[in-house]
């Protein structure tokens, strides 16, 4: 856990992939300006790459000046489904109050059978406690979407579903999604492949470019397509 990360997971299960953590880029002002990001995904497995993934996009939201607190698989896994006739008076109350106050959000699944896991949307379907906010659901939040799945037929039609949710809560799913092949590209306890870090960390700074905070130098022409941005973005931390 890094400094200003609550978890509401607790400690992590297994021990998160050994990349360079990015330091603070930015002026002790913009920092002062602390957006809030939330983060929720992952699953119950031990070295989880959706939630290692959702961790390195939540460092970088963190290393450009938000405050983040993360539900990672072993909190979401201990919400009951959710009841819209019984409101989440305890259960599912400290994600709710997050949502909140959230000025950006980062949502990572798996691909379960083409979709989002059951796990993650669960977790999503308490946004429904927002409906009667001044800012209602996810109204005005940048959300970063990530996914992994075996194969990039899941990876990309769990990303589209993931950003057609967010569209349905009100949130601006971020230019950029992260759709990552598991098969293909390491991400877990043994490291993450570079071009997939710069591309999670990409996901991380939109949120916070979407929630007030100046982009540091270098990122506006980051693309996941350009080797050249995606260098930018790895050297920026
Ligand atoms: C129940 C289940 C369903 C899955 N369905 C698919 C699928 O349809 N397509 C695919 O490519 N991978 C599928 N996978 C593989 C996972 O998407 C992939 O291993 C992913 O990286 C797991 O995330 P994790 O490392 O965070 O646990 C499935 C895995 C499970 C357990």
Not at 24 to 50: C, D, I, N, W
Not at 188 to 199: H, L
Request: charged share 20%.
């Amino acid at each position: 856990m890094t400094e200003g990360r609550l978890d509401a997971r607790g400690p992590a299960k297994s021990t998160p992939a050994p990349y360079d953590r990015p330091k603070s880029l930015l002026s002790e002002e913009t920092v002062k300006m602390q957006p809030f990001v939330v983060g929720l995904g992952g699953t119950l497995r031990a070295s989880s790459s959706s939630e290692t993934a959702l961790r390195i996009a939540l460092d970088a939201a963190e290393a450009a000046g938000a405050r983040t607190e993360l539900f990672g698989a072993d909190y979401l896994a201990r919400l009951p489904m959710y009841d819209p006739e019984r409101p989440a008076r305890v259960s599912g109350r400290r994600l709710v109050e997050a949502l909140r106050a959230a000025d950006g959000v980062i949502v990572s699944s798996p691909g379960y059978h083409g979709s989002v896991s059951g796990l993650v949307k669960n977790a999503l379907d308490y946004a429904e406690e927002l409906r009667d906010d001044v800012r209602p659901y996810l109204t005005g939040r940048a959300v970063g979407c990530v996914t992994t799945a075996y194969g990039w037929q899941a990876a990309v039609t769990t990303l589209q579903a993931l950003r057609t949710i967010v569209h349905a809560l009100r949130g601006w799913p971020t230019p950029l999604g992260a759709a990552i092949n598991s098969a293909e590209s390491r991400l877990g306890p043994g490291g993450a492949d570079a071009r997939v870090t710069a591309q999670l960390r990409t996901v991380g700074l939109e949120v916070c470019g979407q929630g007030g905070v100046p982009r540091p130098a270098g990122v506006r022409g980051a693309h996941q397509n350009a080797a050249s941005d995606t260098d930018t973005v790895l050297r920026m931390f």
